[in-house]
């Protein structure tokens, strides 16, 4: 029964791919307005979260970055089953670099990678130009979805038509650890929260206390890879323009918590620029550093 579910939706998410683009946008506006104004999908907790993140900002300002990323959110929607059918040139054509040359000296020394990409932009498609940038073992890390056949087509989506290994996020040391003697890069979202626990790493964050993965540094710092940090934001529809920042090079030689501390600057700097490309509607602030711990 999950193969035949599986086949199904393929073969829904195949038809939806060929469509052209205008088509597909204008989809998105009625799902915009289905979404927004009727289904009012997740609208609290993303107001909660635009209005705690910017203080500063009056309430008609925080409606417009939240209409403008509900359309940016059915876009991502409408744009997902293009992986279906396009290629490296489809790809070429709607992200831009504003300075790869920052990866240069990387690919020179054959140094091992992080792309630590937030929820921002199309992170999807950003993951299928990546076999193209240099010689290397591509590796991309997920989070299963809790539907196995969506999560079964999520894998197929992105693996289809590229060189690319997927782990499942809890099994990315060992998985790397065994491919010690590749060229590895991987790309993370680092972005999403954890536990909540007092081992995480915390700081401010938009205004607000927030806990960290530190799997992203711990992984770095053990296994010696640079940390190069993703901003890639939407220029207009199907358009995306990436700017790369490299946190380190060296991490072992950082003192504990400088790439996490850096990433977050980095990803706050981001927001605040576009903040209608960031995934506003999961819940970030869930947790609460332990009272005893702050004072």
Not at 14 to 41: A, T
Not at 230 to 242: D, L, Q
Request: aromatic share 16%.
């Amino acid at each position: 029964m999950k193969r035949l579910g599986f086949y199904i939706v393929k073969w829904w998410v195949d038809f939806l791919s060929v469509q052209p683009f205008g088509l597909l946008y204008l989809k998105s506006d009625v799902y915009c307005f289905l979404v927004y104004h009727i289904f009012r999908y997740r609208r609290k907790v993303v107001r909660e979260n635009l209005l705690r993140s910017f203080p500063e900002k009056g309430i008609q300002d925080i409606k417009a970055i939240e209409r403008r990323f509900y359309r940016n959110l059915c876009d991502l929607f409408v744009e997902a089953p293009k992986m279906m059918c396009m290629g490296p040139n489809g790809y070429a054509k709607r992200i831009t670099y504003t300075n790869a040359e920052v990866l240069c000296p990387l690919f020179d020394q054959k140094k091992n990678i992080f792309y630590a990409i937030p929820h921002s932009g199309n992170w999807e498609w950003y993951g299928k130009m990546i076999p193209s940038f240099a010689p290397y073992n591509n590796v991309a890390v997920y989070k299963k979805v809790k539907n196995p056949v969506f999560d079964e087509l999520m894998l197929y989506m992105r693996t289809k038509g590229i060189d690319v290994e997927t782990v499942e996020a809890n099994s990315t040391f060992k998985h790397l650890v065994q491919r010690r003697d590749r060229w590895n890069v991987a790309l993370m979202m680092a972005d999403q929260s954890p536990r909540g626990t007092e081992t995480d790493y915390w700081t401010e964050f938009l205004h607000q206390d927030t806990c960290w993965f530190t799997g992203l540094e711990r992984m770095a710092r053990k296994l010696d890879y640079a940390v190069v940090f993703v901003a890639m934001k939407r220029k207009g529809r199907g358009r995306y323009e990436v700017t790369y920042e490299l946190i380190t090079d060296n991490p072992k030689e950082m003192e504990e918590g400088y790439i996490m501390g850096r990433y977050v600057r980095c990803l706050e700097r981001f927001i605040e620029g576009q903040p209608d490309n960031w995934l506003w509607s999961h819940r970030r602030w869930k947790h609460q550093r332990n009272q005893e711990v702050k004072e």
